[in-house]
């Protein structure tokens, strides 16, 4: 059995101006990481079709949010954070240091 070479992907906080093509020449995407990406790709794009439809109000039903019926209450007092907005702030902390 021969081994082929599996790349990782590391999340490193930036973003290339092209996320189709890798941010190194000699990483490798397996057809696997591919298949998968492109699995994604397409199911993200049937749920954006599936919003649109039915925001037009040409269908209903097919997506629906979830809420819960019963909350729970420990979660009453909990405030959602804007996650773009804490890394920007703590970028700028770290460029004052």
Known sequence: MTS???SR????????SSPRSPPNSSEIFTPAHEENVRFIYEAWQG???DLRSQMSGSERGLVEEYVE????PSLKTFKPIDL???K???TQDAKKS
Not at 69 to 72: L, T
Request: charged letters at 35%.
């Open 4 to 6: 082929s070479p599996v």
């Open 9 to 16: 992907v590391v999340y490193n906080g930036k973003r290339n």
């Open 47 to 49: 749920v954006e079709r």
């Open 69 to 72: 019926k019963v909350p729970n």
């Open 84 to 86: 773009s907005d804490l």
């Open 88 to 90: 920007r702030r703590n």
